[in-house]
């Protein structure tokens, strides 16, 4: 089993930057990505990361802007989020997978976590 708590989310300004943490707990030999929902939309993928931390992959959306990362030591994933839009307004969900690949399919995800509300002003 995997325990997944996220926090790090908050309000910022159109522009600004947030940086998530994902902490895991239990068995965390996997690997990890970050999801979002916004109101009234379906969940959607964000970025993925390997357990050695390669094999990253981003949402077209956050290309870019986004960085994905993860400190195996401290059983930490991160999500540095930069340039931040009204768009990227969500809950911002980590999930852990023993492939989790393709990485925008929720079903190769096993564990989730509750979410962290990130709200970016116009």
């Known amino acids: 089993q995997v325990q997944l708590v996220e926090s790090g989310g908050g309000l910022v300004q159109a522009g600004g930057s947030l940086r998530l943490s994902c902490a895991a707990s239990g068995r965390t030999f996997y690997a990890m990505g970050w999801f979002r929902q916004a109101p009234g939309k379906e969940r959607e993928f964000v970025a993925r990361i390997g357990y050695s931390g390669g094999g990253t992959y981003y949402a077209d959306s956050v290309k870019g802007r986004f960085t994905i990362s993860r400190d195996n030591a401290k059983a930490t994933m991160y999500l540095q989020m930069n340039s931040l839009k009204p768009e990227d307004t969500a809950v911002y969900y980590c999930?852990?997978?023993?492939?989790?690949?393709?990485?925008?399919?929720?079903?190769?995800?096993?564990?989730w976590g509750q979410g962290t509300q990130v709200t970016v002003s116009s």
């Open positions: 999930a852990a997978g023993r492939a989790a690949f393709p990485p925008s399919d929720m079903s190769k995800y096993d564990f």
